[in-house]
């Protein structure tokens, strides 16, 4: 049975621990013994209070045990976690003799405050992904991906993508087919398609109408497809006259601007990731030849797509 500690402090994210937690329970369900024993860890052992509110009773860190995976949430609470010595003993300690230390979220700003994260790529929120570049300098933060693994180091973004992660390593430790099991049982996707941009660009245009928060979800759907203003328009229940009015208004762009950012960030997950060919990539995603994906590429991230691939395979 392996060994799993999650790191938790005062003012902690509840999904940062729960999410992986619920996923690496999940997997023994249906088998007569479980394959992981978790354990909630903290300084001092213990009651520790979550930011909504709900406590979590903890072990104290001890050096003379030996876990196997370390998972860091990340919450409101990360600044503090990250200057505590004892804390950073702990993971440096752990990492030298387990097998693997991940972080979920912002916990990616505690590993890195061990110098275990210097010269590699890591990832966390998208929203707090260059505070922590500015923090940590030696990293190389991507703000797009839902996980990196470096050697035996795993970082995740926002909250939700501990699940993510979590499957990730079942899929290591088990195989494809018990994580896909474990997915299907947590009702999520096994390997969620696209990176954080798919939400954080929504997150940013954040259109107080309903209507275009129905056009936005309907094109980032149907990215594939010709996607008219029309198309956007009847997704919103609107005519082209007020659709239009209503999205440049919300949104400060045009559908085909924002419909191109989609299509790009969708594509880039399968570049950097993925083995199709540019070709397969640039149909699946709605863009009419790679040549017109390059060029959109170019445009918004200042690279072409086979510079992106050639970065993300020497990474």
């Known amino acids: 049975m392996r060994q799993l500690g999650f790191i938790i402090f005062p003012d902690f994210n509840l999904l940062d621990f729960a999410g992986p937690l619920t996923a690496f329970d999940t997997v023994s369900r249906d088998l007569p013994s479980p394959l992981y024993q978790c354990h909630a860890l903290s300084v001092d052992g213990g009651l520790v209070k979550s930011t909504p509110g709900i406590e979590v009773m903890s072990e104290p860190l001890d050096n003379q ?4 995976t370390l998972v860091i949430a990340g919450g409101r609470g990360v600044m503090a976690a990250m200057n505590n010595a004892q804390i950073q003993d702990f993971l440096r300690h752990q990492y030298r003799l387990g097998r693997r230390v991940t972080s979920v979220c912002s916990g990616a700003f505690i590993l890195a405050a061990t110098g275990l994260l210097d010269d590699k790529r890591v990832t966390t929120h998208w929203s707090k ?3 922590l570049q500015r923090c940590f300098p030696a990293i190389r933060v991507d703000q797009d991906k839902i996980f990196i693994q470096q050697d035996r180091l795993w970082t995740s973004a926002g909250i939700s993508a501990g699940i993510d992660l979590a499957l990730a390593l079942i899929e290591q430790d088990e195989g494809r087919e018990v994580a896909a099991s474990t997915a299907r049982q947590l009702v999520v996707y096994q390997r969620r398609a696209g990176g954080q941009s798919q939400f954080s660009v929504l997150q ?3 259109p107080s109408s309903d209507r275009i928060r129905m056009a936005l979800s309907y094109a980032r759907e149907h990215l594939a497809a010709p996607l008219s203003v029309g198309d956007l328009a009847d997704a919103a229940c609107l005519s082209l006259r ?9 949104t400060g762009q045009t559908p085909a601007k924002i419909i191109e950012q989609l299509r790009v960030e969708a ?9 199709e060919t540019l070709e397969v990539v640039a149909r699946q995603v709605g863009f009419v030849d790679p040549e017109r994906m390059r060029r959109a590429f170019i445009r918004l991230t200042g690279q072409p797509p086979q510079g992106l691939r050639r970065l993300a395979q020497r990474g």
């Open 65 to 68: 045990r030996h876990f196997d």
């Open 242 to 250: 007020q659709f239009g009015r209503l999205f440049r208004s919300e």
């Open 129 to 131: 992904a260059q505070r």
């Open 204 to 206: 940013a245009l954040d």
């Open 267 to 275: 594509a880039r997950e399968r570049i950097e990731c993925g083995h």
